[in-house]
């Protein structure tokens, strides 16, 4: 079993920024991959980004140059770091932890763009 706790959400101004952190705790081996998606009302759940233990990463073509995903695998935490905000941002984003067969969730985080 593994646990996500997710943290950094928030309302902030177009063109902000927020750093949204996912840490993991249970029992996890070395390759594991995490990610960040998102749903907003309406629409269904989307992949943001993802990066795997060896430090690859996958970005949705709608937040490459504006997001940069990063893990501290000695804390087993994944990091979002989310700038240049729009509108369209709007959504609560998820915390995935993949490792083996096995898929968790964090609860989800609000992040809402709006002026």
């Known amino acids: 079993q593994v646990q996500l706790v997710e943290s950094g959400g928030g309302l902030v101004q177009p063109g902000g920024s927020l750093r949204l952190s996912c840490a993991a705790s249970g029992t996890i081996y070395s390759i594991y991959t995490m990610g960040w998606y998102r749903q907003a009302p309406g629409k269904q759940r989307e992949l943001v980004a993802d990066?795997?233990?060896?430090?690859?990463?996958n970005y949705v073509d709608s937040v490459k140059g504006r997001f940069t995903i990063s893990r501290d695998n000695a804390k087993n935490t994944v990091y979002l770091q989310m700038n240049s905000l729009k509108p369209e941002d709007t959504a609560v984003y998820y915390c995935?932890?993949?490792?083996?067969?096995?898929?968790?969730w964090g609860q989800g985080t609000q992040v809402t763009v709006s002026s």
């Open positions: 995935k932890f993949s490792q083996g067969y096995w898929d968790y």
């Open positions: 990066i795997t233990s060896r430090d690859t990463t």
